[in-house]
Protein backbone atom coordinates (compact mmCIF):
# COMPACT_ATOMS: atom_id res chain seq x y z
CA UNK A 1 0.00 0.00 0.00
CA UNK A 2 1.16 3.41 -0.65
CA UNK A 3 1.34 5.30 2.13
CA UNK A 4 0.31 8.81 1.89
CA UNK A 5 2.12 12.12 3.16
CA UNK A 6 5.83 10.74 3.09
CA UNK A 7 8.39 13.62 2.60
CA UNK A 8 11.04 11.39 0.94
CA UNK A 9 10.16 8.68 -1.68
CA UNK A 10 11.70 5.77 -0.72
CA UNK A 11 14.65 4.70 -2.51
CA UNK A 12 18.01 2.92 -2.32
CA UNK A 13 21.40 4.45 -0.83
CA UNK A 14 24.22 2.23 -0.83
CA UNK A 15 27.05 3.06 1.15
CA UNK A 16 29.87 3.05 -2.23
CA UNK A 17 28.25 2.44 -5.29
CA UNK A 18 31.58 1.77 -8.11
CA UNK A 19 29.17 1.01 -10.86
CA UNK A 20 28.47 5.07 -10.67
CA UNK A 21 31.77 5.79 -11.11
CA UNK A 22 32.66 3.06 -14.11
CA UNK A 23 30.93 5.45 -16.84
CA UNK A 24 33.03 8.05 -16.42
CA UNK A 25 36.11 6.21 -17.68
CA UNK A 26 35.03 3.34 -19.24
CA UNK A 27 35.96 4.12 -22.91
CA UNK A 28 39.38 5.40 -21.65
CA UNK A 29 40.08 2.15 -20.31
CA UNK A 30 39.45 -0.54 -23.21
CA UNK A 31 41.80 0.45 -25.60
CA UNK A 32 44.26 0.22 -23.02
CA UNK A 33 43.53 -2.73 -21.95
CA UNK A 34 43.17 -4.22 -25.09
CA UNK A 35 47.10 -2.97 -25.43
CA UNK A 36 48.24 -4.59 -22.68
CA UNK A 37 46.85 -7.61 -23.37
CA UNK A 38 48.28 -7.79 -27.07
CA UNK A 39 51.42 -6.78 -25.53
CA UNK A 40 51.66 -9.05 -22.97
CA UNK A 41 53.68 -7.49 -20.61
CA UNK A 42 52.47 -7.82 -16.95
CA UNK A 43 55.33 -7.19 -14.66
CA UNK A 44 56.90 -3.64 -13.63
CA UNK A 45 56.52 -2.34 -16.78
CA UNK A 46 55.45 1.65 -18.60
CA UNK A 47 52.17 1.90 -16.63
CA UNK A 48 53.92 1.04 -13.08
CA UNK A 49 56.68 3.30 -13.99
CA UNK A 50 54.04 6.37 -14.81
CA UNK A 51 51.73 5.46 -12.02
CA UNK A 52 55.05 5.78 -9.70
CA UNK A 53 55.89 9.49 -10.97
CA UNK A 54 52.71 11.29 -11.06
CA UNK A 55 51.36 9.70 -7.70
CA UNK A 56 54.28 10.68 -6.18
CA UNK A 57 54.25 14.09 -7.77
CA UNK A 58 50.91 14.26 -6.82
CA UNK A 59 52.09 13.57 -3.15
CA UNK A 60 54.88 16.18 -2.91
CA UNK A 61 57.29 13.41 -2.43
CA UNK A 62 59.96 12.84 -4.41
CA UNK A 63 59.79 8.86 -5.04
CA UNK A 64 57.42 6.03 -5.94
CA UNK A 65 57.35 2.80 -5.91
CA UNK A 66 54.27 0.73 -6.34
CA UNK A 67 53.07 -2.26 -4.31
CA UNK A 68 50.92 -5.32 -4.56
CA UNK A 69 48.27 -3.44 -1.79
CA UNK A 70 48.10 -0.92 1.30
CA UNK A 71 49.04 -3.75 3.40
CA UNK A 72 52.25 -5.24 1.55
CA UNK A 73 53.30 -1.14 1.16
CA UNK A 74 53.23 -1.16 5.28
CA UNK A 75 55.05 -4.00 5.43
CA UNK A 76 58.04 -3.15 2.97
CA UNK A 77 58.46 0.45 4.69
CA UNK A 78 59.18 -1.11 8.06
CA UNK A 79 61.31 -3.67 6.49
CA UNK A 80 63.51 -1.05 4.46
CA UNK A 81 63.77 0.63 8.06
CA UNK A 82 65.07 -2.71 9.12
CA UNK A 83 62.03 -2.99 11.75
CA UNK A 84 61.84 -6.75 13.15
CA UNK A 85 61.73 -8.62 16.01
CA UNK A 86 63.05 -6.84 19.42
CA UNK A 87 61.73 -3.27 18.11
CA UNK A 88 58.47 -1.22 18.99
CA UNK A 89 56.25 1.12 16.57
CA UNK A 90 54.21 3.19 18.09
CA UNK A 91 50.47 4.27 16.24
CA UNK A 92 46.81 4.62 16.65
CA UNK A 93 44.56 1.89 18.45
CA UNK A 94 41.33 3.41 16.02
CA UNK A 95 42.16 1.76 12.27
CA UNK A 96 42.19 -0.80 10.11
CA UNK A 97 43.66 -4.05 11.22
CA UNK A 98 46.62 -3.68 8.97
CA UNK A 99 48.28 -1.10 10.51
CA UNK A 100 49.23 -3.08 13.56
CA UNK A 101 49.13 -6.29 12.07
CA UNK A 102 51.70 -5.60 9.77
CA UNK A 103 54.22 -4.16 12.81
CA UNK A 104 53.67 -7.81 14.70
CA UNK A 105 53.99 -9.72 11.59
CA UNK A 106 57.51 -8.01 11.47
CA UNK A 107 57.96 -9.84 14.78
CA UNK A 108 57.93 -5.79 15.93
CA UNK A 109 55.81 -5.03 19.18
CA UNK A 110 53.01 -2.67 18.79
CA UNK A 111 52.33 -0.16 21.19
CA UNK A 112 48.44 1.00 20.45
CA UNK A 113 48.03 4.56 21.76
CA UNK A 114 44.71 6.53 21.90
CA UNK A 115 43.19 9.08 19.70
CA UNK A 116 42.11 12.80 19.78
CA UNK A 117 38.22 13.13 19.76
CA UNK A 118 37.44 15.59 16.98
CA UNK A 119 39.81 14.25 14.27
CA UNK A 120 40.25 10.26 15.67
CA UNK A 121 43.65 10.64 14.48
CA UNK A 122 46.59 9.20 16.89
CA UNK A 123 46.61 12.04 20.08
CA UNK A 124 49.87 14.15 20.18
CA UNK A 125 49.08 14.21 24.20
CA UNK A 126 49.34 10.28 24.10
CA UNK A 127 52.43 9.47 22.09
CA UNK A 128 54.32 12.36 24.14
CA UNK A 129 52.61 10.48 27.30
CA UNK A 130 54.02 6.75 26.13
CA UNK A 131 57.30 8.78 25.11
CA UNK A 132 57.81 10.44 28.51
CA UNK A 133 56.06 8.06 31.18
CA UNK A 134 56.18 4.43 28.87
CA UNK A 135 60.05 4.39 27.67
CA UNK A 136 63.44 5.03 28.88
CA UNK A 137 66.63 5.73 27.41
CA UNK A 138 69.63 2.62 27.40
CA UNK A 139 72.84 3.72 25.71
CA UNK A 140 72.03 6.35 23.97
CA UNK A 141 68.70 3.83 22.52
CA UNK A 142 64.68 4.20 23.09
CA UNK A 143 63.35 1.57 25.49
CA UNK A 144 59.60 0.73 26.01
CA UNK A 145 59.59 -0.34 29.01
CA UNK A 146 56.79 -2.92 30.04
CA UNK A 147 58.42 -5.38 27.20
CA UNK A 148 62.11 -4.29 26.93
CA UNK A 149 61.49 -3.43 22.84
CA UNK A 150 63.71 -0.81 21.35
CA UNK A 151 61.11 1.63 20.08
CA UNK A 152 61.95 2.72 16.59
CA UNK A 153 59.14 3.73 14.95
CA UNK A 154 55.91 6.26 15.19
CA UNK A 155 53.16 5.12 12.54
CA UNK A 156 50.04 7.74 12.40
CA UNK A 157 47.28 6.88 10.56
CA UNK A 158 45.58 9.95 8.54
CA UNK A 159 42.06 8.13 9.01
CA UNK A 160 39.47 8.96 6.83
CA UNK A 161 41.51 11.27 4.69
CA UNK A 162 42.18 13.43 7.17
CA UNK A 163 45.55 14.20 8.01
CA UNK A 164 47.10 13.63 11.88
CA UNK A 165 48.28 16.21 13.49
CA UNK A 166 51.47 15.83 12.00
CA UNK A 167 53.72 19.06 13.24
CA UNK A 168 53.10 18.28 16.98
CA UNK A 169 54.08 14.02 15.75
CA UNK A 170 56.87 15.13 13.50
CA UNK A 171 58.27 16.99 16.47
CA UNK A 172 57.96 14.50 18.92
CA UNK A 173 59.70 11.53 16.74
CA UNK A 174 62.26 13.89 15.79
CA UNK A 175 63.10 14.95 19.63
CA UNK A 176 63.50 10.96 20.62
CA UNK A 177 65.10 10.05 16.92
CA UNK A 178 62.53 7.56 15.54
CA UNK A 179 61.04 7.35 12.03
CA UNK A 180 57.79 8.25 10.61
CA UNK A 181 55.77 5.66 8.72
CA UNK A 182 52.68 7.77 7.71
CA UNK A 183 49.68 5.44 7.16
CA UNK A 184 48.02 7.52 4.15
CA UNK A 185 45.98 4.43 2.77
CA UNK A 186 42.97 6.35 3.17
CA UNK A 187 44.11 10.35 2.33
CA UNK A 188 45.77 10.03 -1.30
CA UNK A 189 45.53 13.89 -2.01
CA UNK A 190 45.10 14.79 1.91
CA UNK A 191 46.68 18.07 3.02
CA UNK A 192 48.57 19.28 6.31
CA UNK A 193 48.32 23.02 5.88
CA UNK A 194 49.43 22.80 2.32
CA UNK A 195 51.68 20.12 2.11
CA UNK A 196 50.39 16.72 1.03
CA UNK A 197 50.48 13.32 2.76
CA UNK A 198 53.23 11.04 1.97
CA UNK A 199 56.12 13.01 2.19
CA UNK A 200 55.87 14.24 5.34
CA UNK A 201 57.68 11.16 7.49
CA UNK A 202 60.13 9.39 6.04
CA UNK A 203 57.77 6.80 4.35
CA UNK A 204 54.67 6.80 3.10
CA UNK A 205 52.40 4.42 2.38
CA UNK A 206 48.89 4.08 0.43
CA UNK A 207 45.97 2.02 -0.49
CA UNK A 208 43.91 1.46 -4.03
CA UNK A 209 41.89 -0.82 -2.58
CA UNK A 210 38.43 -0.31 -4.34
CA UNK A 211 37.01 1.60 -1.70
CA UNK A 212 39.65 3.95 -1.25
CA UNK A 213 39.05 7.18 -3.17
CA UNK A 214 41.71 5.80 -5.83
CA UNK A 215 40.86 2.00 -6.44
CA UNK A 216 42.06 -0.32 -8.38
CA UNK A 217 39.85 -3.29 -10.03
CA UNK A 218 42.01 -5.31 -7.08
CA UNK A 219 44.58 -4.60 -4.80
CA UNK A 220 47.20 -2.34 -5.21
CA UNK A 221 49.10 0.33 -3.20
CA UNK A 222 52.54 2.49 -3.37
CA UNK A 223 55.18 3.69 -0.77
CA UNK A 224 56.50 7.39 -1.19
CA UNK A 225 59.79 8.67 0.14
CA UNK A 226 61.84 11.53 -0.20
CA UNK A 227 65.27 10.07 0.19
CA UNK A 228 66.98 8.05 -2.97
CA UNK A 229 68.60 5.39 -0.62
CA UNK A 230 65.86 4.78 1.12
CA UNK A 231 63.69 4.00 -1.85
CA UNK A 232 66.50 2.07 -3.29
CA UNK A 233 65.34 -0.47 -0.46
CA UNK A 234 62.35 -0.49 -1.07
CA UNK A 235 62.61 -1.51 -4.77
CA UNK A 236 65.03 -4.04 -4.13
CA UNK A 237 63.15 -5.33 -1.26
CA UNK A 238 59.60 -5.32 -3.72
CA UNK A 239 61.80 -8.23 -5.83
CA UNK A 240 62.78 -10.67 -2.90
CA UNK A 241 65.64 -8.37 -2.34
CA UNK A 242 67.74 -9.20 -5.05
CA UNK A 243 70.13 -6.86 -7.08
CA UNK A 244 71.29 -7.90 -9.46
CA UNK A 245 68.54 -10.54 -9.73
CA UNK A 246 68.76 -13.80 -8.25
CA UNK A 247 72.16 -12.41 -6.32
CA UNK A 248 70.68 -11.48 -2.89
CA UNK A 249 71.80 -9.00 -0.41
CA UNK A 250 68.73 -8.55 1.76
CA UNK A 251 66.08 -10.71 2.17
CA UNK A 252 62.87 -9.26 0.20
CA UNK A 253 59.51 -10.73 -0.98
CA UNK A 254 57.38 -10.53 -3.85
CA UNK A 255 55.65 -6.89 -3.36
CA UNK A 256 54.56 -5.82 -7.15
CA UNK A 257 51.90 -4.20 -8.11
CA UNK A 258 50.69 -5.44 -11.58
CA UNK A 259 51.27 -3.68 -14.66
CA UNK A 260 47.08 -4.32 -15.74
CA UNK A 261 46.63 -2.32 -12.05
CA UNK A 262 48.44 0.28 -12.93
CA UNK A 263 47.26 0.87 -16.08
CA UNK A 264 43.59 1.17 -14.58
CA UNK A 265 44.66 3.08 -12.11
CA UNK A 266 46.68 5.68 -14.39
CA UNK A 267 43.26 6.30 -16.01
CA UNK A 268 41.10 6.84 -13.02
CA UNK A 269 43.87 8.92 -11.76
CA UNK A 270 43.14 11.81 -14.26
CA UNK A 271 39.10 12.13 -12.49
CA UNK A 272 40.84 11.41 -8.64
CA UNK A 273 40.48 15.25 -7.96
CA UNK A 274 37.01 15.43 -9.71
CA UNK A 275 35.91 12.74 -7.48
CA UNK A 276 37.69 14.22 -4.08
CA UNK A 277 35.81 17.52 -4.82
CA UNK A 278 32.47 15.69 -5.12
CA UNK A 279 32.80 13.78 -1.67
CA UNK A 280 33.80 17.33 -0.22
CA UNK A 281 30.70 18.81 -1.51
CA UNK A 282 28.42 15.98 0.20
CA UNK A 283 30.12 16.43 3.08
CA UNK A 284 28.91 20.24 3.05
CA UNK A 285 25.44 19.59 1.78
CA UNK A 286 25.23 16.75 4.28
CA UNK A 287 26.66 20.26 7.05
CA UNK A 288 23.52 21.70 5.74
CA UNK A 289 21.03 18.98 5.73
CA UNK A 290 22.07 17.95 9.17
CA UNK A 291 21.30 21.44 10.26
CA UNK A 292 18.32 22.28 8.94
CA UNK A 293 16.59 18.94 9.89
CA UNK A 294 17.70 20.37 13.76
CA UNK A 295 20.07 16.66 14.39
CA UNK A 296 22.74 18.65 15.81
CA UNK A 297 22.28 17.88 19.10
CA UNK A 298 21.93 14.34 18.52
CA UNK A 299 24.12 13.51 15.61
CA UNK A 300 27.87 15.07 16.06
CA UNK A 301 29.50 15.31 12.65
CA UNK A 302 33.30 15.17 11.45
CA UNK A 303 35.19 17.83 12.22
CA UNK A 304 37.11 19.29 9.56
CA UNK A 305 40.16 21.30 10.58
CA UNK A 306 41.07 24.30 8.99
CA UNK A 307 43.80 24.12 7.06
CA UNK A 308 43.54 20.50 6.11
CA UNK A 309 42.30 19.17 2.83
CA UNK A 310 40.17 16.56 4.16
CA UNK A 311 39.40 14.24 1.45
CA UNK A 312 36.62 12.47 3.12
CA UNK A 313 37.27 9.09 1.96
CA UNK A 314 34.91 8.35 4.54
CA UNK A 315 31.68 10.78 6.54
CA UNK A 316 31.88 8.90 9.99
CA UNK A 317 29.16 10.55 12.57
CA UNK A 318 28.94 9.79 16.07
CA UNK A 319 25.66 9.18 17.35
CA UNK A 320 24.54 7.74 20.81
CA UNK A 321 21.97 4.14 20.11
CA UNK A 322 24.64 3.49 17.21
CA UNK A 323 23.57 -0.22 16.54
CA UNK A 324 19.85 1.24 16.41
CA UNK A 325 20.21 3.72 14.11
CA UNK A 326 22.11 1.25 11.66
CA UNK A 327 19.16 -1.13 11.93
CA UNK A 328 16.40 1.73 11.54
CA UNK A 329 18.58 2.96 8.10
CA UNK A 330 19.01 -0.87 6.89
CA UNK A 331 15.21 -0.67 6.50
CA UNK A 332 15.30 2.13 4.80
CA UNK A 333 17.73 0.78 2.29
CA UNK A 334 21.04 3.11 3.64
CA UNK A 335 23.59 1.31 3.94
CA UNK A 336 26.24 2.19 6.63
CA UNK A 337 29.36 0.42 7.98
CA UNK A 338 31.40 0.99 11.61
CA UNK A 339 35.02 2.07 10.59
CA UNK A 340 36.26 0.62 13.27
CA UNK A 341 34.14 -1.62 15.99
CA UNK A 342 36.97 -3.10 18.23
CA UNK A 343 40.33 -0.74 18.80
CA UNK A 344 43.35 -2.35 17.87
CA UNK A 345 44.54 -3.03 21.55
CA UNK A 346 40.99 -5.03 22.13
CA UNK A 347 41.40 -7.64 19.41
CA UNK A 348 41.64 -10.79 20.82
CA UNK A 349 45.14 -11.78 18.56
CA UNK A 350 46.55 -8.72 20.44
CA UNK A 351 45.43 -9.97 23.68
CA UNK A 352 48.94 -11.29 24.45
CA UNK A 353 50.17 -7.35 24.88
CA UNK A 354 48.09 -6.75 28.02
CA UNK A 355 45.65 -4.23 26.08
CA UNK A 356 42.69 -3.42 28.96
CA UNK A 357 39.63 -1.69 28.13
CA UNK A 358 39.94 1.98 29.74
CA UNK A 359 43.94 2.09 28.38
CA UNK A 360 42.33 4.54 25.11
CA UNK A 361 38.91 5.72 26.62
CA UNK A 362 38.72 7.92 23.43
CA UNK A 363 39.15 5.10 20.73
CA UNK A 364 36.92 3.00 22.76
CA UNK A 365 33.94 5.56 22.64
CA UNK A 366 34.55 6.42 19.43
CA UNK A 367 33.97 2.44 18.60
CA UNK A 368 30.75 2.86 20.24
CA UNK A 369 29.33 5.58 18.79
CA UNK A 370 31.09 6.14 15.31
CA UNK A 371 28.84 5.20 11.85
CA UNK A 372 29.92 5.73 8.01
CA UNK A 373 27.08 7.02 5.87
CA UNK A 374 27.26 7.14 2.21
CA UNK A 375 29.44 9.95 0.50
CA UNK A 376 30.97 9.32 -2.63
CA UNK A 377 30.66 11.32 -5.60
CA UNK A 378 28.09 10.30 -7.83
CA UNK A 379 25.29 10.29 -4.76
CA UNK A 380 22.63 12.54 -6.06
CA UNK A 381 21.10 15.14 -3.92
CA UNK A 382 18.06 13.03 -3.62
CA UNK A 383 20.03 10.35 -1.83
CA UNK A 384 21.55 12.87 0.54
CA UNK A 385 18.33 14.15 1.76
CA UNK A 386 16.84 11.09 2.00
CA UNK A 387 19.76 9.65 4.15
CA UNK A 388 19.33 12.34 6.12
CA UNK A 389 15.16 12.89 6.38
CA UNK A 390 16.01 8.86 7.37
CA UNK A 391 18.00 10.07 10.61
CA UNK A 392 15.69 12.50 11.33
CA UNK A 393 12.65 9.82 11.31
CA UNK A 394 14.59 7.56 13.32
CA UNK A 395 14.92 10.60 16.38
CA UNK A 396 11.12 11.35 15.48
CA UNK A 397 9.81 8.88 17.95
CA UNK A 398 12.24 9.14 20.36
C1 LIG B 1 42.88 0.15 3.45
C2 LIG B 1 43.82 0.38 4.57
C3 LIG B 1 45.02 -0.34 4.70
C4 LIG B 1 45.36 -1.55 3.89
O1 LIG B 1 45.28 -1.41 2.54
P1 LIG B 1 44.98 -2.67 1.61
O2 LIG B 1 45.25 -2.15 0.25
O3 LIG B 1 43.57 -3.07 1.82
O4 LIG B 1 45.93 -3.76 1.98
C5 LIG B 1 45.90 0.02 5.72
N1 LIG B 1 45.61 1.00 6.57
C6 LIG B 1 44.46 1.69 6.50
C7 LIG B 1 44.20 2.80 7.49
C8 LIG B 1 43.52 1.39 5.51
O5 LIG B 1 42.36 2.06 5.48
Redesign the pocket.
Known amino acids: MATVGNTAAAMSVPLLDLKAQYPAYQAELWPVLQALCAGQGFILGPQVTALEASLAAYSQATFGVGVS??????LLAMMALDIGAGDAVLTSTY??F??GGTIARLGARPVFLDIDHDTFNLSPAALERCLVEQCHREHGQLIHTASGARVKAVMP?H?YGQAAEMQALLALAHAYDLKVIE?A??ALGSEYHGRRVGGLGDIG?F???P??NLGAFG???LCTANDAELTERLRVLRVHGGKPKYFHGLIGGNFRIDELQAAVLNIKFKHLDVWTEGRQRNAERYRALFASAGLSERVELPVAVPGLRHIY?QFVVRVAERDALRAFLAEQQVGTEIYYPVPLHLQTCFSYLGGQRGDCPVAERAADTSVALPIYAELSDAQLTYVVESIRRFYQNR
Request: proline share 0%.
Open positions: SGTDALTFATVLDAQCSFFTKDAGN
